[in-house]
């Protein structure tokens, strides 16, 4: 394989880890976000805790080997783009630890405070995490301001409309898949308050979905890839018909085909946005050769080749036991024998 | 610019030893654990089972710390040291990808199983899923540590396009200095994870409280305490030889050496004055001990720093406290570890109040030991960030004053909260003791006549 093959090779799982991180942590997102109006009581936070416990530490593993991944394969790009984003990236960082000790010390201590921070620091944490990244990965279409002397933005350029309207689009997409989760894993009270709330999502995500792509044809160079190349406009076209998919199943009370419907919608969602960045991974709105392109980034061959490999080797080994770990706690979560984080 | 570099330096220094506040008992403390579970497993004898679920409950509200805070090591070498990164990435980034890939993935996910599962599934899945969280976190150890051995050795690489790319990928993880520093490092972190234990035991003990199973809990603790403080002696002599040949500016430091010597003694007592370039004060000294220490030899030539460049210097002083206190702590961890054998022997240690009072004060002394280890490895190869490719001052990024000022006040007031809930929720779940048999009997298998 020559060179620019595997950096190719590589940009495309550097797309498919963010992917993956997207729909796996999107629907423990989406709990979090849900939690406070969902679970009134103990036992039902105790059901909505052990609906995401077994596994969010698993998916947000997905988020560090995004990271590695980034940090291995285009070193540049993860010094550029970490740097380049400092200000919301410790905002990420801050809000994954209020996510993580909200969830697994809320019930550690009795006292009502105590209690009560923690509900809202697992919504908080959860909020934050999907709307910045939503935030960011816009930016990413949009153009950063990326000049001759490096970045010239803030975090405040960062939440213009499309941006803001990215963030939104990730939490309404979080939401909608956390409380279709709440509704597979957990049988009552939880889930019919769950249902509820999808019936809204149900009309609220399709409705952002469209907007961000009316707004990423008039506002972000995002197409021109697609213009050169019709034949990618049926990834696009893949993600509206999913999300009305879901939007469908719901009505239809199907969850297990609507949470399947909403996690292909991230998917092709991701996948539209990696498709037309395509080569860019950093690209400049200031001008196109300010931009960091995966050759421009790529780590060297033998790098490249040897890191294929172990991915080679290990994610099937990873996604057999993470699937295994999923086939364990297929039971669904009734209020009676719940425990939660005790 | 200098205000970002100190800044930077500081922040990395700080959140490095909060995340090692929780890494190293998450090492030790996750391999008693699985050895109570494997018992409880072949034995089904209930007692292992309250064991495993007590210490268990401690090493669950620590591991989720050191998971959490690990997340910012990691994106700060982009965020603080992007100028590092993009020198360096080809090389260095690999060790942390694949860290995650094996390591995280295996921890994290069997973590989730063993924790909602225990009164799911059975004994024996337990035990293998809390065995796969301690290879878990030991691999991971292996790879962030084959990342460090770079910086202190670099090996492996050739410099192309403007940076260093990996040509040798075998060199690169059968690094000698790696190899030595991951040993010293997981050992020593044992000694964390045993004396954690015996503390706790002698608290109870002290009290009375549920002895017998206690005393258990503390002949856990004391057999790894036995096994990792005897041994440390050892690798640590071992590996500061390596470290000194490899970085002489590190080796010198370590002891304050000033003029290239052989035969050189050892000072017991010594105060080195770093302005001067010289030791203000040296006392009991034994001939040829130092040349020993340094070469295993008793005539080995030793470099002294004033044949290292000025600029080529770490801080002397910093180094040298640093590695006196953990030499010193760690003869500390060997007597009391030894003495609490021979009080087990005769079957007297629930009687030797004034022992097991030593021991509970002595909790927090091996954290202080191994973060004093690392800060004479990390401390003691400055000024180089990659020694003698890269100076720390080189790879700092881009940024501008009040990002960093943001950053590490957020990062120091989350921490300090994160640290004040977490030595409460030990505390508190330390001293509420095990959950009582007659609850166990109901699912553990065990019948009570009540």
Partial sequence: MSHDTLAIIWFGLWGLIWTVYFILDGYTLGTGMLFPFIAKNRQERNQLQEAVGPFWGGNEVWLITAGGATFAAFPSVYADMFSFLYTPLFLVLIALFIRAIGLEFMHKDDNLIWQAACKWGFFTGSFLIAFLFGVTFANLYRGLLIGANGYEGNLFSLLNGYGILGGLLFVSLFLLSGSLWIQLKTAGQTATRAYRFSRILAGVAPAMLSLFFMATVNRTPLLDNYSEQPVLWVVPVLTLAAMLLTAFFIFKKKIGYAFTAVCVTIFTKMAFGFVGMFPNMLPSRIDSAYSVTLFDAAGSKLNLTIMFIVAIVFVPIIIAYQSWSYTLFKEKIVKETAKGYQ | ?450
């Fill in chain 2, 1 to 450: 610019m200098d205000e970002v570099l100190l800044l930077s330096r500081i922040q990395f220094a700080v959140t490095v030893f909060y995340h090692f506040l929780f890494v190293p008992l998450t090492l030790g403390l996750v391999i008693l654990v699985a050895i109570m579970e494997t018992k409880y497993a072949r034995t089904l004898d209930v007692t292992y089972k309250r064991m495993a679920d007590y210490w268990g409950k401690l090493f669950a509200i620590n591991f989720v710390l050191g998971v959490i805070t690990g997340i910012t090591m990691e994106f700060q070498f982009g965020t603080n040291w992007s100028e590092y990164s993009k020198y360096m990435g080809d090389i260095f980034g690999s060790p942390l990808a694949i860290e995650a890939l094996v390591a995280f993935f295996l921890e994290s996910t069997f973590m989730g199983i063993w924790l909602f599962g225990k009164d799911k599934f059975s004994p024996k899945l337990r035990a293998f899923s809390i065995w796969m969280v301690a290879l878990g976190t030991n691999i991971s150890a292996l790879w962030i540590i084959t990342a460090n051995g770079f910086m202190q050795n670099p090996v492996g690489y050739v410099l192309k396009n403007g940076r260093v790319e990996l040509d040798n990928f075998w060199e690169l993880v059968t690094n000698p200095y790696a190899w030595y520093m991951f040993v010293h490092t997981v050992v020593s972190a044992y000694i964390v994870g045993a004396f954690f234990m015996m503390a706790i035991s002698a608290y109870h003990l002290l009290r009375k409280n549920e002895t017998s199973f206690y005393k258990k809990s503390f002949k856990y603790g004391l057999a790894m305490a036995l096994f990792s403080a005897t041994l440390t002696p050892f690798i640590g002599h071992q590996s500061g030889v390596f470290a000194a040949k490899m970085q002489p500016a590190k080796g010198a430091a370590m002891e304050a050496v000033w003029e290239t010597q052989k035969d050189m003694p050892f000072h017991l007592i010594q105060i080195p004055d770093q302005e001067n370039e010289r030791n203000a004060f040296e006392a009991i000294s034994i001939p040829r001990l130092g040349s020993f220490f340094y070469t295993n030899s008793f005539d080995g030539e030793v470099i002294g720093l004033k044949d290292i460049p000025q600029d080529e210097r770490p801080n002397v002083e910093l180094v040298f406290y640093a590695f006196r206190v953990m030499v010193a702590l760690g003869v500390f961890f060997l007597a009391v570890s030894w003495y609490g054998l021979y009080l087990y022997r005769k079957n007297n240690l629930e009687n030797s109040p004034r022992y097991l009072k030593l021991v509970l004060y002595s909790v927090l002394l091996p954290y202080i030991a191994i973060n004093a280890g690392w800060m004479v490895a990390e401390a003691g190869r400055q000024p180089w960030v990659v020694y003698g490719l890269m100076k720390t001052a080189e790879g700092v990024s881009p940024i501008a004053l009040s990002q960093v000022i943001f950053s590490m006040a957020s990062l120091v007031i989350f921490y300090t909260v994160l640290l004040i809930a977490d030595v409460y929720l030990i505390i508190k779940y330390a001293k509420k003791g095990p959950e009582s048999e007659v609850q166990f009997g109901v699912g553990g298998g065990v019948k009570h006549v009540s």
